[in-house]
């Protein structure tokens, strides 16, 4: 089995296994680690889980539209067959609506239909969150100038979780930080997590930034080494147990399959000339092989 599989499976029994059950802004119970980590090679293995089917290409597209176009629009995405964010898009009127949980004001949960007014220059966006900001502080670009010119520097800290622009956020980042570093020739990285639906976000969420570390090791001429990962909040929603089960049970039961590799085309000299249409010309993922999708629901 790939060490990524080994990885997310003995985080999946850890949940069931010494979870809490709590409420949360859903309405729907999940069961909750207080946090959790774990690190993975990506110069020995690029991780895409095995042990259920993984649309890799909607992972890396939705990768590129934060880093490399830097868009909060919804349209891109759907442009290119991507509809994970459909439920989070703000309505044509600038207006954003949700049955979600919230505390009354006796300070209890209840389920409540909520409205927010984002204006209408945000409509069909998902507000001031991921690709705003990368390109509000042009994280990317400070990135690679800093990996060529000074390598060793220790201040390559990204940081999506800006309170300024909490407020006007549909949904603030989850994955909110990225650290950087070189050793030698070898880039690292460090991601952090404030909360990870572990069934459907994290199998994208890990794919994604190591898609994000080889293509950044890429253009700026170094080898790509580990990824570490910290997550505060990982938790499985309450009607995604079964779908777990039937994962960890593929797990233990079938046959492995091999680690597939992550293509980069080589003639393509900068991180912003990559192919980002719905072919994906320039990045792809081969010999993947995997036991078939595992449907999950959303809990908004």
Excluded at 166 to 190: F, K, Q, R
Aim: neutral net charge; contains cysteine.
């Amino acid at each position: 089995m790939t060490k990524w599989d080994n990885e997310y499976i003995k985080l999946c029994k850890k949940i069931l296994e010494d979870g809490i059950e709590v409420e949360n802004r859903t309405g729907i119970n999940s069961i909750k680690l207080d946090g959790y980590y774990f690190e993975l090679d990506l110069g020995e293995e690029f991780p895409v889980l095995t042990t259920k089917q993984l649309y890799f290409k909607q992972a890396i597209i939705e990768l590129l539209w934060i880093y490399q176009v830097q868009s909060n629009d919804v349209r891109w995405l759907q442009e290119r067959g991507v509809h994970i964010w459909d439920e989070w898009m703000i309505n044509k009127d600038g207006k954003w609506k949700a049955d979600q949980i919230i505390l009354d004001e006796n300070n209890k949960l209840v389920k409540r239909k909520i409205e927010k007014d984002f204006g209408k220059d945000m409509a069909y966006t998902i507000g001031t969150s991921y690709g705003y900001i990368v390109k509000r502080y042009k994280f990317i670009d400070k990135l690679i100038n800093t990996l060529k010119n000074n390598p060793n520097d220790r201040r390559m800290v990204f940081n999506l979780w800006q309170d300024e622009f909490m407020p006007t956020a549909v949904l603030p980042s989850c994955v909110w930080g990225t650290e950087w570093n070189v050793t030698g020739d070898v880039l690292n990285l460090w991601v952090h997590q404030r909360s990870s639906d572990v069934p459907l976000g994290l199998p994208f969420n890990v794919t994604q930034y190591a898609v994000l570390a080889n293509l950044i090791a890429h253009f700026t001429n170094l080898k790509v080494g580990k990824m570490r990962y910290s997550i505060n909040d990982p938790h499985i929603y309450v009607n995604q147990v079964e779908g777990i089960k039937k994962q960890i049970k593929r797990y233990e039961n079938s046959k492995e399959y091999p680690a597939p590799k992550l293509w980069i085309n080589k003639e393509v000299k900068s991180f912003y000339e990559l192919d980002n249409s719905k072919e994906l010309k320039d990045i792809k993922i081969e010999g993947y092989e995997h036991m078939g999708p595992i449907s999950f629901p959303i809990a908004q």
